[in-house]
């Protein structure tokens, strides 16, 4: 049997995310949000410039999605590119290690859109019932 201690020490040595203490829990906290999930999508196509991003991001303050994109970036899966002109240019674009996320978070978008109906239906059942 293992102590408390010992399973933190293992958790930062193996990630278990099921641990508190397992800094891939933080990592998924950030991953899971809707606006991380989204401007990855949205940048499954190549580069895209701010002002493109919060444009198909509709519903988006401005103060979330810079800081969206800040940490994306922290975390190396976004690079943000400035480019010197009147008006200056930032072009974000994904890394190969955000490439991946966001392959895996279109799977999970496409499914909630083709889902939807039976969720819809579930939702209406559940909530008929006394």
Not at 10 to 25: G, N, Q, T
Not at 39 to 60: F, H, N, Q, T, W
Request: proline share 5%; net charge positive; glycine share 4%.
């Amino acid at each position: 049997m293992t102590t408390a201690r010992q399973r933190r020490e293992r958790a930062r040595v193996e990630f278990d995310a099921y641990l508190a203490s397992c800094p891939s829990r933080k990592l998924l906290d950030r991953i899971s949000d809707k606006w991380v999930a989204l401007a990855l999508k949205s940048l499954a196509d190549g580069p895209r410039r701010y002002s493109e991003i919060s444009r198909r991001l509709a519903g988006v303050l401005q103060k979330m999605l810079t800081q969206t994109l800040r940490s994306l970036e922290r975390d190396g899966l976004v690079t943000r590119t400035v480019t010197p002109s009147v008006p200056v240019r930032v072009d974000y674009e994904l890394t190969p290690l955000g490439r991946s996320l966001a392959d895996v978070l279109g799977r999970l978008k496409d499914w909630a859109e083709q889902h939807m109906p039976d969720v819809e239906r579930a939702r209406a059942d559940y909530d008929a019932r006394p």
